[in-house]
């Protein structure tokens, strides 16, 4: 299996260095790009220098907005603009041809105000029309919110018939695994065949998202990624010295488990 491993792009923001030349520094596979930041231009024009940045790499993928889209939510106007947003994404994303999509469902959203229900209608709908322009969809689980709950996360991935995210940190630090001592794995079980990609960090709390020191922490989730054949690992940190970090303990690992050649130290 050929492991391939990104980073998010936010680490590298407002560094001397280009995107594509950071890439290069760390060796990676590719970038996943978050689309919370800004938006896709919908008129020819400007779509033409919004794609341009995209050139330097083979492989991408996009963590789709969540601030202000929510496709579960109980109020009929949100949920409804969401969805169609999220497909006239879509029509402009499918021409980029990226490795997937990823999704929020719920983030930090109150039990009152979304509906697993609602969500599993609505991401139906999109996973129809991203399939129909040949995208792959993915379900991330969240630290708060309905897709803590790793019952709730695998049942939306399953009726939705959405691909799933897995992300180390957010299961690991969800509220519901550390109020109810339930084992973070469970966000795998049951939904190994859907696993498309993975996040890979080691644990996400009101400070951030924190490196892999230990890596008995996280050794159970890597192995059952190996093991389901889920290619698209990206690191996600908030800052490069974190990054850093995770890389050189997944590299280190990768290296005994499948023998990846190690990189070159980064310069």
């Known amino acids: 299996m050929n492991i391939k491993l990104l980073a998010n792009d936010r680490i590298f923001r407002n560094k001397p260095l280009k995107l594509h030349e950071y890439a290069e520094r760390y060796q990676l596979d590719g970038i996943e790009f978050s689309l919370n930041d ?76 979304v509906d697993p229900k609602i969500a599993i209608a609505n991401i139906k709908e999109l996973v129809k029309v991203a399939t129909d322009y040949g995208l792959v969809l993915c379900v991330e689980n969240v630290r708060r919110g309905i897709t803590s709950v790793p019952q709730v996360y695998k049942e939306i991935v399953a009726e939705s018939g959405a691909k799933a995210t897995i992300d180390i940190g957010h299961a690991r630090g969800s509220d519901y695994v550390l109020e109810t001592g339930t084992d973070p794995m469970e966000f795998i079980r049951g939904i190994e065949d859907r696993i498309v990609t993975a996040h890979v960090y080691s644990f996400e709390d009101d400070r951030g998202h924190h490196p892999i020191t230990n890596l008995a922490e996280v050794e159970g989730f890597l192995t059952a990624f190996l ?21 050189e303990a997944v590299r280190g690992w990768l290296q005994g488990q499948i023998g990846i050649p190690e990189a070159a130290e980064a310069k």
Not at 83 to 105: C, D, G, R, W
């Open 38 to 113: 800004h938006r896709i231009p919908v008129n020819k024009f400007y779509r033409a220098m919004y794609f341009s940045r995209f050139k330097e790499f083979n492989l991408y993928s996009f963590h789709l907005p969540f601030l202000d889209i929510e496709v579960a939510s109980r109020d009929a106007v949100t949920a409804q603009s969401s969805t169609l947003m999220l497909k006239s994404y879509f029509q402009i994303l499918k021409l980029l041809e990226p490795a997937y999509l990823n999704l929020h469902v719920a983030t930090d959203a109150y039990e009152d105000e």
């Open 227 to 247: 093991a389901n054949g889920v290619e698209n690992w990206v690191l996600e940190h908030h800052t490069e010295a974190d990054f850093a970090v995770t890389l």
